[in-house]
């Protein structure tokens, strides 16, 4: 496999309990005031661990591998130990990982930091740290299922978006809410796994939305790539409308094509940024739906597109109908809509965001049932320092 080719070519020189306090004040509405040395917050709503971050990268790092040690070290074994599979010619496997070392080498250094912190802190090398963050970008490729509705078609508000984590690597992993306020950044919440610390699914205070579906295209990979989800993290940090969002997105080339759909409850502004490696296109929401699996619909990136999946087709029509029967959407609505047999394939959590009152609603894979989350109160909630 690629990520055994991976781990074995000697990159030394890129590779160079619940707190009952912070449970009532949360609850209650009151910022957290955390001692000098305290950088995190853990709680719990209902069975859903919500972690709350404003140190250093790397303090904050540490706290995730320290805190989730042994729900890293099983993903590591269940996502990287496993064999089986091929990864194509030398030739190919010997070019792709030439492209990886470039774009590990283009990691912002605070990322870097920070996965080097969860690897200490969980106790496993660093380089399959590396690995399990960047495997959905090499190897893995989740598909995921995206509906989003605005204007007269939403209820309760001007905007909702709904999602499918698809991932069976991931599919019995644990999910988290992390929750990053960083001095110089814009608050902002990530649903993720323990170990991988990108926005499968996020929105910040500012009521900007992120997340993504795969997509595969027949292009040859550039010389100069770089990992799309890094960026996602930089979106939901630094943008204030989608306008900026786009911008961070389709500024450089990409190591795999992608989805990446955004939201801005402010100008109740909702896109799919439809992404290959070198050329992008952008397509809104049409009477006021906007859907997404893993395929294209854009006349220009169509020609470069591989053919459609029966499970992304099938998940796409069945979107459609689903969405055609009410005039208008809730967030009840979506949450039924996502649980559907026909939309759920290795679903490792469903999630339905209302940007505009910063509530989400999760549903762990393995529970089915959804925990409605007030992360404005969470953004909210972290203590004073100075942004």
């Known amino acids: ?20 306090l912070a449970v009532i004040f949360f609850l209650l509405g009151v910022p957290l005031q955390a001692a000098d040395h305290e950088k995190y917050r853990l709680f719990y709503i209902h069975d859903l661990p919500v972690l709350m971050l404003w140190g250093t990268p790397e303090e904050s790092g540490r706290v995730q591998g320290r805190l989730f040690q042994a729900q890293i070290q ?3 074994q269940q996502v990287l130990k ?9 030739t190919t496997e010997a070019e792709t990982l030439r492209y990886l070392k470039s774009g590990l080498a283009r990691l912002p250094a605070s990322l870097k930091d920070e996965l080097q912190g969860i690897a200490h802190g969980a106790g496993v090398p660093l380089e399959d740290i590396y690995l399990l963050n960047f ?18 078609r939403a209820s309760g508000s001007n905007m909702l978006i709904g999602h499918n984590f698809d991932a069976p690597e ?25 170990g991988i610390p990108f926005p499968t699914f996020g929105c910040n205070a500012q009521g900007v939305a992120a997340t993504f579906n795969t997509a595969f295209t027949t292009e040859s990979l550039p010389e100069d790539a770089q990992f799309v989800l890094p960026l996602l993290r930089q979106v939901l940090a630094q943008a204030d409308n989608a306008t900026q969002a786009e911008r961070i997105i389709t500024r450089s080339p990409r190591f795999h094509s992608w989805n990446v759909i955004l939201g801005d409850a402010r100008t109740n502004r909702l896109v799919c940024l439809e992404l290959g490696l070198r050329h992008w296109s952008m397509r809104t929401a049409r009477y006021g739906l906007l859907i997404s699996t893993n395929h294209w619909e854009s006349s220009q990136l169509q020609p470069l597109a591989q053919p459609p999946t029966k499970s992304s087709i ?26 559907d047999p026909q939309v759920w394939d290795d679903t490792v959590y469903s999630a339905v965001l209302n940007p505009e009152a910063l509530r989400l609603s999760l549903c762990p894979g393995q529970t089915r049932t ?17 942004r």
């Not at 496999?1 to 160079?16: E, P, T």
């Not at 495997?135 to 007269?152: K, N």
């Not at 999910?175 to 919440?189: D, E, K, M």
């Open 74 to 76: 099983k993903l590591v």
């Open 170 to 194: 991931f599919s019995r992993a644990p999910v988290v809410l992390l929750a990053y306020g960083q001095p110089g950044a814009i608050p902002y919440v990530a649903v993720a796994v323990p």
């Open 370 to 386: 959804y925990t409605p989350v007030d992360i404005g109160k969470i953004l909210r909630s972290f203590p004073r320092i100075d």
């Open 314 to 339: 099938t998940r796409y029509s069945r979107l459609i109908h689903l969405a055609s029967e009410k005039e208008r959407l809730g967030v009840a609505d979506l949450e039924d809509i996502l649980l």
């Open 82 to 90: 496993r064999q089986g599979g091929s990864s194509g010619s030398k």
């Open 135 to 152: 495997h959905a970008e090499t190897v893995l490729f989740p598909h995921c299922s995206t509906i989003g509705v605005r204007g007269s």
């Open 1 to 20: 496999m690629l990520c055994n080719l991976f781990r074995h070519q000697g990159w030394s020189l890129i590779i160079s309990l619940l707190s009952s």
